[in-house]
């Protein structure tokens, strides 16, 4: 019989207190999974609660699930849902920004004969809460992709158009139309170029009206107008290395934030790709996620497989910094005399593992989650004193 | 009788000579004390002394009875004489009198006669006055003709002041007439002379004398003269700026003493001559108002010309753009200062020698910039140099080249360091004892300390630094960068930080007199030293991070393009782990010939052995976990977890020590966390974990010599396995057996 969730918890503890880390304890709270996880989402629609989705990945596949946390700021506790995603081990998980229920898992089967297959699907969370028993998910929309690739790096829900969703696989972008169960492909992008090279992720740019579709390809970002598949902009050599992840700046509509293999993470400013804006190697391993806080975009949230989160300032490129905006406007002294924080390091969260998921909490802005290999996930606060710093 | 018995006069008492002389006791004394026949000896001594005293007192009044008889003799005969004069003073008295009386009648008589003559000598001067006057006009043409302004103008003043007088009588007024006009041409004449351009100055300060002396405004000579020096000094200097271009420094400098200064200091001592020291003895008032005025008028010329010299003579210093000759430099900037230093007594109010030591400074300053200009320039010249040559014969002849490491490191260090001396040795020049500005305070201060020591050697130090930073920066990550030179340059500042740092400092402060703890405001030692400490250690750890990442992204590529599912059962280790143990190796080796492990290789091994079984057991225990994984997963979880619980926990990329082990360790840890990485991306099939599992059991083999602790590779490279465990389908591991003899074959 399997180790009682409730026993793995109290080893997860041992473990903590003996690692000594009481000091982070006190800004952060630990949910540990009994299995590997690398999928992490922030229920992104969802604005009045945090709460924040896991994929786990096991290759027995029938062990798989989705635990729906929510986080209780005021008491600090937490309130975990369980589903079954015994499809396959999941790599991948988006939740829509438009439907709560919505979730996109991409997610590896194997078959009778040992042979893997990446498939997605859009999935449905339900409505009520059953505690009594684990159900499996409902599933909205199939993926038919079987021509376009054998890898599906992700499947991104529209920001704004909920019938639309884009799939990144290893040499497509491929725009369906889910508005039925069986989505309906609408335009397909082919990555072309020499030595067979492939997507590592995509992400949609939420401004210019949402018709652009970014994506990351060996060391180069690529940016493809959706209405005409067309190349729209593209930052060549971005890294030193395979580029992990991207976001975009909410707040400013040309920053985009880029981190990858060699350890640095920048923010660019597109329309200017010759070097990038901001510029800084604090993980001393891979960067595989780097996101700015959608209220304030000086923080930047990155995790590494050298098992830390950072919490970074970019203040110098932050929407926040108006200091040439402000000249002009003399009402605004306060604002002038607020100190700019400088950039780099404010906080970070040790791991026992790699940590390949960082998460802002769409409802709260001072609240991040972030989940390890081992499967830990830490739902950490912005430090008291930075919080105050920043909104004073 | 009190006396005699009180005990200090008893000697006194008994003294035949003393006042108190008792008879009595003496003779008491005397038969108390003497034999008789000293008694009688002593009687007739008395007796004897006695009689010489009598024979004395005789001889001395004799004497004196004879002085008082001639002393009443000469009384008397004094008596007779005085009678005698008292009558001849009567007779004199008498005669007085009539001559007195005789006296009286002469002068009475001859009164009249000396009131005529008196007169008539009056009338006889002012004739020759007249005659003088009516000769006038016609003495001055003469005087004109002769050129022998100044009697001319003499006689005019004689006569001035009777013009003056008379001039409005008719008589006279034709010549008043006659002598200005002549006076008006001699104004002219003098005027001439005065703007004539080739005069000397002896003529120019005669005719502005003269002119003074005619009364003219003295003001409006004063400003003529300046204009007339001042188109001269023009042209010279005008003359100066042509040259400037063709001439060196010494030159021109020569020039402009001879020239250009040596015409101001006439100038000056002329004005100084005719219109400030003459006028002391004219009316003292207005000479005051007047010599204020001059002398003011005086300093802005001078000032104004200085100031246009000192242009012309910091182009010129700023025109010497190479580095040239330094002595060539001090001995002019040397000459030109003495001379300014000379000129300071000309003028009061400014102070040239400060303008001069102000240029001088510049000088200097400028100079210490070209050298480090050069130094810059020779730093970036090796550095390329060094690039080529780590970048070109690598793969040909990689052990020639890296056998040249350390000697590439001396050479660099040696020449920085030789180039620097050379430097400092040049500028010293500048500080010798026999060079005047040199002594200055001011120059000392600025030169010695802001532009040697801290725009030179400190600057030049902190370029150093900022070149070997530069080159690990984050934005200007270049690709192309030889790793080697990392390394080379990091050792570079290691070396210069243990000494090199401190030889250049104290050379400068030895050759400039710089005492380094009298002055707050010097860059220490130990700042440079930091610095250099945190760039050695900034460009180790972008080597370790870029030797990592280039391990790295060969393991991935190795990974990622490879189907694990589809793989057939390992035979051999793959290439790539052959390559990375031989790129491990080669590395070592390079690192060994720059760093030096410090003892460390002994302890390693000392206690090696002991770790080697402790973690081999554990191993053992390990992969029995994995050889008997059941598909429930969680077992494997917790013990790995459990496993973790009780290891270190490590970090990736901790800081690095300068040391051989540590760079490799660094290296290593980076390459291991990669794979494993990669791993995870990854499912396996049987055959694709054993595969794993032959390479990490390879790369145990051949990687636990390049590290301080094995534990941290055994552990790596559990994790790796224990990763590809947990991403298998089927995890059953291959017979540890077979696995050593795979290895063994290579």
Redesign the interface.
């Known amino acids: 019989m ?2 009682s969730f409730v026993e ?1 918890i109290s ?1 997860k503890h ?2 903590w207190i ?2 000594g880390y009481t000091m982070e304890n006190e800004n952060s709270v630990i949910y540990g999974l ?3 996880a690398r999928a992490l989402s922030a229920q992104l629609a969802e604005t009045e609660k945090i709460r924040f989705l896991i994929g786990t990945q ?3 596949q029938v ?1 798989n699930q989705i635990h729906l946390v929510e986080f209780d700021e005021e008491n600090s506790t937490l309130k975990t849902t369980v589903y079954h995603h015994s499809d396959g081990e999941i790599w991948k998980l988006n939740a829509s920004p438009i439907d709560t229920s919505k979730i996109a898992t991409c997610y ?1 089967t ?1 078959n009778r004969e ?3 297959s990446m498939k997605t699907a859009i999935l449905k969370l339900p409505d009520t809460e059953n505690y009594d028993h684990i159900e499996n998910l409902e599933i909205l929309t199939k993926f038919n992709i079987d021509s376009l690739g054998t890898d599906i790096k992700t499947t991104e829900f529209h920001p704004s158009d909920a019938s639309k969703a884009a799939c990144v696989t290893d040499n497509h972008v491929i725009l369906w139309d889910i508005s039925n169960t069986e989505a309906q492909n609408v335009l397909n992008i082919a990555l072309e170029g020499k030595s067979n090279p492939k997507f590592t992720t995509g992400k949609w740019n939420p401004h210019q009206n949402c018709n652009q579709f970014a994506t990351a390809t060996e060391t180069h970002l690529k940016t493809y107008d959706v209405r005409t598949g067309q190349l729209a902009w593209n930052i060549d050599s971005a890294h ?3 580029m992990r992840d991207m976001d975009f700046n909410l707040n400013k509509q040309y920053h985009i934030a880029t981190c990858g ?4 993470v920048k923010i660019w400013d597109f329309r200017q790709t010759s ?2 804006i901001y ?3 604090d993980h ?3 960067v595989w996620c780097v996101r700015f806080n959608p209220f304030h975009d000086q923080l930047l949230l990155t995790a590494s ?3 830390r989160v950072l919490l970074s300032s970019a203040a110098s490129v932050s929407s926040e910094n108006n200091q040439d905006v402000n000249i002009h406007d003399d009402s605004l002294d306060s604002s002038e005399n607020k100190q700019i924080l400088s950039d780099g390091p404010l906080q970070w969260c040790e791991h ?1 593992d ?1 940590v390949y998921c960082a998460e802002w909490s769409p409802a709260e802005p001072w609240i991040f989650a972030s989940l390890s ?3 830990r996930l830490l739902i950490s606060r912005v430090k008291r004193s930075l919080k105050y710093q920043i909104m004073l | 009788m009190d006396q005699p018995k009180m005990s200090d006069k008893t000697s006194n008492v008994l003294d035949i000579n003393g006042q108190n002389f008792d008879p009595n006791l003496y003779l008491e004394k005397l038969f108390k004390e003497n034999t008789l026949r000293q008694i009688m000896d002593q009687e007739n001594e008395i007796v004897k002394d006695t009689q010489t005293l009598h024979s004395d007192m005789q001889t001395l009044v004799y004497e004196n009875y004879n002085k008082f008889i001639t002393a009443t003799d000469t009384v008397r005969k004094m008596k007779t004489d005085f009678k005698k004069m008292e009558d001849e003073m009567d007779l004199l008295a008498q005669n007085m009198e009539s001559i007195t009386s005789f006296s009286q009648q002469i002068s009475s008589t001859l009164q009249e006669t000396r009131e005529q003559i008196s007169k008539l000598s009056g009338v006889h001067s002012l004739l020759k006055r007249l005659q003088f006057l009516f000769k006038l006009p016609a003495t001055l043409k003469t005087r004109m003709e002769e050129a022998n302004y100044s009697q001319a103008v003499q006689d005019y003043l004689h006569a001035q002041k009777v013009l003056q007088h008379y001039g409005n009588m008719p008589s006279f007024q034709g010549i008043k007439a006659d002598c200005e006009t002549i006076l008006q041409e001699l104004k002219t004449q003098l005027r001439n002379q005065f703007n004539n351009p080739d005069a000397s100055a002896k003529q120019l300060a005669e005719s502005v004398d003269l002119l003074l002396q005619l009364d003219e405004p003295a003001k409006e000579l004063c400003s003529e003269f300046l204009t007339c020096a001042e188109k001269r000094l023009s042209e010279q200097l005008v003359m100066l700026r042509d040259q400037s271009e063709q001439r060196d420094i010494t030159e021109f400098v020569d020039l402009g003493c001879s020239g250009f200064l040596s015409d101001l200091c006439l100038v000056v001592a002329s004005f100084h001559d005719m219109f400030i020291n003459r006028m002391n003895t004219d009316n003292i008032e207005n000479n005051e108002i007047f010599e204020n005025f001059a002398a003011v008028e005086l300093n802005t010329f001078i000032v104004n010309k200085m100031q246009k010299y000192f242009e012309l003579v910091q182009n010129k210093v700023d025109l010497e753009q190479d580095i040239g000759d330094t002595t060539i430099l001090v001995k002019a900037l040397d000459r030109f200062y003495r001379r300014l230093q000379a000129m300071n007594t000309l003028c009061r109010d400014t102070d040239f020698a400060k303008t001069g030591i102000e240029i001088v400074i510049n000088a200097g300053r400028k100079q210490c910039k070209t050298h480090l200009q050069v130094l810059k320039m020779h730093f970036a010249d090796s550095l390329t140099k060094m690039r080529q040559a780590l970048t070109t014969p690598k793969l040909i002849t990689q052990d020639d080249s890296s056998v040249n490491l350390n000697e590439m490191l001396m050479s660099l260090i040696l020449t920085v360091v030789e180039k620097v001396k050379g430097v400092l040795q040049d500028l010293v020049v500048f500080i010798q004892p026999d060079v005047n500005f040199a002594q200055r305070e001011l120059f000392r201060d600025s030169f010695c300390v802001d532009n040697v020591r801290e725009g030179l050697i400190v600057c030049f130090m902190h370029h150093l630094t900022a070149t070997a930073r530069g080159l690990c920066s ?2 200007v ?1 270049d ?1 192309k960068i030889p790793p080697v030179l990392l390394l080379l340059l990091s050792k570079f500042c290691l070396d210069f930080q243990n000494g090199h740092v401190h030889y250049l400092l104290s050379q400068t402060d030895e050759l400039f007199n710089i005492n380094p703890k009298e002055s707050s405001a010097l860059t220490t030692e130990n700042e440079i030293n930091t610095t250099m400490q945190e760039s050695a250690q900034e460009l180790l750890n972008y080597y370790v ?1 870029i030797q990592g ?1 280039n391990i ?2 060969m393991l ?1 590529k190795s990974v990622e393009t490879r189907d694990w ?1 589809h793989t057939i059962e390992p035979r051999t280790v793959r290439a790539v782990m052959k390559r990375v143990v031989e790129d491990m190796a080669s590395i070592d080796s390079t690192v060994a010939q720059l760093y030096e492990d410090q003892g460390t290789a002994t302890e390693h091994s000392s206690d090696s052995s002991r770790k080697t079984h402790s973690i081999s057991v554990s191993r053992h225990q390990y992969r029995s976990n994995w050889s008997s994984y059941t ?4 077992d494997s ?2 013990v790995s ?1 459990i496993h ?2 009780f290891s270190e ?1 490590i ?4 800081t690095v020590e300068f040391s051989k082990v540590s760079i490799l360790t660094g290296i290593i840890k ?1 390459s291991l ?2 794979f494993m ?1 990669c791993v ?1 991306l990854k ?1 396996f ?1 049987k055959y694709g974990l054993q595969q794993i599992q032959v390479d990490t059991h390879y790369l145990q083999l051949y990687l636990w010599r390049f590290v301080a602790d094995e534990n941290l590779v055994h552990f790596l490279l559990d994790e790796i396995l224990g990763s590809a465990v ?5 995890p059953v591991l291959m017979e540890p057996s077979v696995v050593d003899i795979i290895c063994e074959r290579g």
């Open positions: 399997e180790l793995y080893y041992i473990f003996f690692c009994e299995f590997q096991s290759l027995k062990n590896n194997v040992n042979l893997c030193g290395q395979l293999d060699d350890g640095f070097s990038p510029s800084r190697t001393s391993h891979w497989s050298d098992a026992e790699s290999y081992d499967g | 984050n934005n990550s690709p991070r990442l790295s992204q991935r599912l598909p429930t997963h969680l979880t917790l977890n973790k619980l926990r970090e990736i990329f901790s980076i966390k990669t990485e995870r499912t099939s947990h991403r298998c389908l089927e």
